[in-house]
């Protein structure tokens, strides 16, 4: 089970962490990622990295502006998010898979969702 928390109201130009927590055990080989969703889109893909190891990937839209990074400790995966813009106002998602994937069909294990809006 995941469950995401740390989505609010920020203005342009400010940053915010949505925080994933993993209930249960997550293999070391498994994907953790970010997804985010307006009304009337598709879901799209934001960043992902292996759960054990490095290796994160990032969407054109946030690279540079994204983090997405772990703490295992806690069984929870972050995504810091600076320079925020409208364009980035979605419901994010957590999402886990066993392989890379961009495609949000592919990935098995879904948080419930969090709103992100920034304000302009």
């Known amino acids: 089970q995941l469950i995401e928390s740390g989505g609010g109201l920020v203005q342009t130009g400010g940053s915010l962490t949505l925080s994933c927590s993993v209930s249960?055990?997550?293999?070391?080989?498994?994907?953790v990622g970010w997804f985010r969703q307006v009304p009337g889109k598709e879901r799209e893909f934001v960043a992902m990295r292996r759960w054990a190891g490095h290796s994160p990937y990032y969407a054109d839209s946030v690279k540079g502006r994204s983090t997405i990074s772990l703490e295992k400790a806690q069984n929870t995966f972050l995504l810091q998010m600076n320079s925020l813009e409208p364009e980035d106002t979605a419901v994010y998602y957590c999402?886990?898979?066993?392989?890379?994937?961009?495609?949000?069909?592919?990935?098995?294990?879904w948080g419930q969702g969090t709103q992100v809006t920034v304000s302009s």
């Open positions: 249960g055990r997550i293999f070391s080989s498994y994907i």
């Open positions: 999402a886990a898979v066993s392989e890379y994937s961009r495609n949000p069909s592919d990935y098995k294990y």
